[in-house]
Every structure is written in structure tokens, then in C-alpha cells.
């Protein structure tokens, strides 16, 4: 036993050296391990290629066949995404923003049918309303607005806002300001606009001065105050470019500010925030729904106003053929990438049998 003490003072503890030994074994065959899975990877990649490059043909016919498949289901996804998984970007608590739906009676179909479209009377009935605490806006989209002058105007998407449309949604702007209050009103035209990243980006090369230029949309010029973030570009799947104050709507058409306010043009969409405290969003649908029913215009005293929220295909009341037709597009797509992958897998097979 003395002895023994002496040896392993003089040579060190025998385990622990063995043990270090052993650590040490193992790194190096981790090591070996790495460096022939990556020259494997090496090997394989080297003849893949020049597999490939001895049958230019073949690889790209597999390439575009794969390209197909996988794109069109890419881009049915950032479709899907937009209508089931998320809000519209840069909207603050967008779980409490929501659309005003009108579930009403179908006299030709003889079912419920929702609405989403309202005139300024309905709107403005409902805005009055709503309790303290519940914040209202509406706007109108018109997809194909004439931009520019001349010939150098392309078509563009404007909407036409009412009351407090960036505060509800919770918008702050990247440059400048966003409308007030008295900008809203139908009795006063209000030569401004908010124009979106992208035009400002795109058209104004992110110039610093960009409040005060301006901006023309049909044969009217507006003054740019401000610029929306860059990841807000509205609320529906068309991208904005330009926000103006409806009031400005027949200004080009040779319309008076005050038609906006006429029953006949029903072409609002209703919004409006709604605190997260218990029973606020069911008072809410029952002061919207005793609002249009009281409201003379309305159809069917028995319908009933619903709040969908922003996410488009959410609630089927919104949207909801585009959320259909979207769906079966990607059944569809789905359907084209098998067929890719079992054209590829032919290929594949056809190879082996020519040689």
C-alpha cells in the first residue's frame, strides 16, 4: 500500500488519468466522425453535380417542376396567413379593432346574408351611439384611383377615411402626422394625405422633406403630412398607397363634399375598438344593432349586428367567399405539388432504366 501511495504521487491517480484518456478517445472519434460525414456530404454533392451537369436537361426539367409546385403554394400561403393567422401589421391590440358585420335577411336567396357595406347616415347613427369607451371609424377603398398627372399617372389603391381611422387602429406615423378631427368633416374640404412607405420609398426615394410636397390623385393635388409605418399598408389584402379624407372624394368628380353623406352611396366599411373588459364587445354588437334597426333605411328590423375581427376569414362574415375560394386555390396547389413530386420520382425512375 505504500508503495502504491508513492507511485501515485510521484505518476498521478491511475482513474483519473484513465478517465481524461477516455474523454480524450472520445473527442477524436467525434472528430473522425465529423470530418467523414462532411467528406461523405463532400462526396455526394461532387457527383450530384456532375451527375447534373451531364444532363442539363433533365435538371431542368426536375428544377421547373419542383418550382412550379412549390410556388404556387408559396404563394398561396402568404395569402392564408394573411386571412387566418394574422392581423394586418402595425396595428396596435388588433384583437380589439373589429369590423362591423349586418347579418340580415336575403329576400332573393331566402338565407342570411352578411353585410359589410354602409352609408354615411348608417355609419354616423352608430358612431353617435356607441358608449363612452368605444372608438369608431370608417373608410372606403377604391382600388383602381388615378395617381399622377398626365400620362405619368399608373393606377393606384386610395382609401377614403372618416373620424379617427388611424387612432382606432392604433397607427403611428413614420414621418410627419396623421388626419385630425376637423380633416374628417363633410361640411370642409381638406386638401391632405398620408401616403404609405413604399410610394414614399418608391416615388420620393425617402426624401426628409417630404411633408408639404404633394401628391395627386384623379385631377385633385393633395399635401402630403405625413408617412404610415412600413409595416402597415392597410387593413384588407390590397395594399394602400394613399389615405385621404373622404371628403375629398368627389373633388375630381365634380361632387359636392356633402353627397358623400347621402344614403344612396352605401360603400363604408364600419370600424371600431372595443375595450377587453368583460361584456364590452356584446354591448357594443347590441347598441350597433339597435342603431340599425332603428335607422330608417334599414331592411330587416330582425337583423343583427355582429363584430368580426380583423383577420379576414376569422369570422365567415367578412370576406368570406375570397376565405373560400382561397382554401379550395390551395387544396388545388397542394394537389399540384403531389403531382411535382411524382413527376420528379418518375424521372428519377426513367433514369436507371435508360442506363
Same mark, same amino acid.
Not at 63 to 75: D, E, H, P, R
Not at 240 to 261: K, Y
Not at 307 to 312: E, H, T, V
Given at each position: 500500500d505504500m508503495a502504491r501511495a508513492q507511485a501515485v504521487t510521484e505518476f498521478g491517480d491511475v482513474d483519473a488519468v484513465r478517465s481524461s484518456l477516455r474523454e480524450i478517445d472520445g473527442r477524436i472519434a467525434q472528430h473522425r466522425q465529423r470530418a467523414e460525414w462532411w467528406e461523405s456530404?463532400?462526396?455526394?454533392?461532387?457527383?450530384?453535380?456532375?451527375?447534373l451537369r451531364?444532363?442539363?436537361?433533365?435538371? &431542368? =426539367?426536375?428544377?421547373?417542376?419542383?418550382?412550379?409546385?412549390?410556388? !404556387?403554394? $408559396?404563394?398561396?400561403?402568404?395569402?392564408?396567413?394573411?386571412?387566418?393567422?394574422?392581423?394586418?401589421?402595425g396595428v396596435r391590440e388588433a384583437d380589439q379593432v373589429r369590423r362591423v358585420v349586418w347579418r340580415h335577411w336575403d329576400r332573393?336567396?331566402?338565407?342570411?346574408?352578411? &353585410? =359589410?357595406?354602409?352609408?354615411?347616415?348608417?355609419?354616423?347613427?352608430? !358612431?353617435? $351611439?356607441?358608449?363612452?369607451?368605444?372608438?369608431?371609424?370608417?373608410?372606403?377603398t377604391d382600388p383602381t384611383a388615378p395617381l399622377g398627372e398626365g400620362g405619368h399617372a399608373s393606377g393606384a389603391v386610395v382609401t377614403y377615411v372618416i373620424d379617427d381611422y388611424f387612432d382606432v387602429l392604433g397607427v403611428r406615423p413614420a414621418v410627419g402626422r396623421l388626419f385630425r378631427g376637423d380633416e374628417h368633416s363633410t361640411r370642409i374640404l381638406s386638401p391632405v394625405a398620408v401616403i404609405s412607405y413604399s410610394l414614399w420609398r418608391d416615388r420620393f426615394g425617402l426624401s426628409p422633406h417630404i411633408v408639404g410636397d404633394t401628391v395627386t390623385v384623379g385631377s385633385h393635388r393633395y399635401a402630403i403630412i405625413g408617412v404610415a409605418p412600413e409595416e402597415f399598408r392597410g387593413i384588407d389584402l390590397?395594399?394602400?398607397?394613399?389615405?385621404?379624407?373622404?371628403?375629398?372624394?368627389?373633388?375630381?368628380?365634380?361632387?359636392?363634399?356633402?353627397?358623400?353623406?347621402?344614403p344612396m352611396m352605401v360603400n363604408l366599411h364600419i370600424l371600431v375598438r372595443v375595450p377587453s373588459s368583460p361584456g364590452a364587445a356584446a354591448h357594443a354588437e347590441a347598441t350597433a344593432t339597435a342603431s340599425f334597426r332603428g335607422d330608417v333605411t334599414a331592411m330587416d328590423t330582425t337583423a343583427?349586428?355582429?363584430?368580426?375581427?380583423?383577420?379576414?376569414?376569422?369570422?365567415?362574415?367578412?370576406?368570406?367567399?375570397?376565405?373560400r375560394m382561397s382554401?379550395?386555390?390551395?387544396?388545388?396547389?397542394?394537389f399540384i405539388l403531389l403531382i411535382a413530386c411524382a413527376n420528379v420520382a418518375n424521372l428519377l425512375l426513367v433514369r436507371p432504366m435508360q442506363r
Open positions: 456530404i463532400a462526396q455526394d454533392l461532387g457527383y450530384v453535380l456532375r451527375s451531364r444532363s442539363p436537361l433533365f435538371t &431542368a =426539367t426536375v428544377v421547373v417542376t419542383l418550382a412550379l409546385g412549390i410556388g !404556387a403554394n $408559396a404563394a398561396l400561403f402568404s395569402v392564408l396567413d394573411r386571412f387566418f393567422l394574422h392581423a394586418p401589421g332573393r336567396s331566402g338565407s342570411r346574408a352578411d &353585410a =359589410t357595406n354602409y352609408n354615411y347616415p348608417e355609419y354616423r347613427a352608430l !358612431a353617435e $351611439a356607441m358608449p363612452r369607451g368605444i372608438e369608431t371609424a370608417a373608410y372606403f390590397d395594399p394602400v398607397d394613399v389615405w385621404v379624407p373622404r371628403n375629398t372624394l368627389g373633388s375630381w368628380q365634380d361632387w359636392s363634399p356633402t353627397r358623400v353623406e347621402t343583427q349586428a355582429r363584430l368580426a375581427p380583423l383577420r379576414n376569414a376569422v369570422d365567415a362574415g367578412f370576406q368570406g367567399a375570397e376565405a382554401t379550395r386555390l390551395t387544396g388545388v396547389a397542394l
